[in-house]
């Protein structure tokens, strides 16, 4: 009979144990099943937050062809826009200056002279092609500091406007033979679109500071691959024929 007894409080103390036990477990993780639940719903909505990034990058600032390295002389590319301080810093001292092209006359309506600005082409110890600026003859005297015969020297932060003094060839790395014009243009189709526009036949054109030569073609790219506000301007003794030799100028307004 005690055993009896001591067997069923043995049961009882076991069962008080396992229903505590399970009191306490469901206390420190209530709800067990609704929490994997809620594990599953974040993943899912992590997963859906690690999609693929949407971005808008502008194609002139960020993507090139693939193959615009192959013909193109990108070190040209690469200095649009620098200003006089980066030019010094990239080759050196000015070692000589010229005036070049035409002046750009300003007029007001009635057709007085507003202002005109100069252009002078500044050639470096290290370099081997000149940098024309853009000056306001008004700002001549007083405002810039001057070579000893006169020729203003831009200011630092001046962003040059013409490159001048190149060929064809030193654009076009791979040009050793004569290309027509419509395959000089193919070639340099790999930068983008332009519009291209010819001398004489576009007399609009402003010549202040083009090469001189029977014929102009200019590329002019608004946009495209870092391009905005470029020109390529080849001047050539034939028609239809551009030479490796072929003056070449690059203006650049961006």
Known sequence: MLNRK??????????????????EENTQ???ASDSTESTTMVTESESESESPEI????????????????????????ELGMTFEELEEKYGSVVSHEKVGDDYIV????????????YFAYYFENGQRGYTFSINEADIR?????????????????????VVNLQA???LLDMEEPMTVEDFIEAISQLGEHTTRRIPEDPSLDTSHLPKAPFVTSFWYYNGYHLGGTSFNIGHNEEELITPDSVLWINHQG
């Open 107 to 118: 007029k007001n309506p009635s057709g007085d002279v507003i202002s005109r600005y100069a």
């Open 169 to 171: 060839k030193d654009f």
């Open 55 to 78: 971005t808008n990058k502008p194609a002139d600032v960020t993507d090139k062809p693939a193959d615009v390295n192959s013909r193109i002389n990108m070190e040209l590319l690469s």
């Open 29 to 31: 993780n209530p709800n």
């Open 142 to 162: 007083g405002k810039h500091r001057t070579f000893p015969d006169g020729t203003p020297i831009p200011f630092e932060r001046d962003h040059y406007v013409t």
């Open 6 to 23: 001591l067997t069923a409080i043995s049961l009882i103390a076991a069962t008080t144990i396992g229903i505590a036990g399970c009191s």
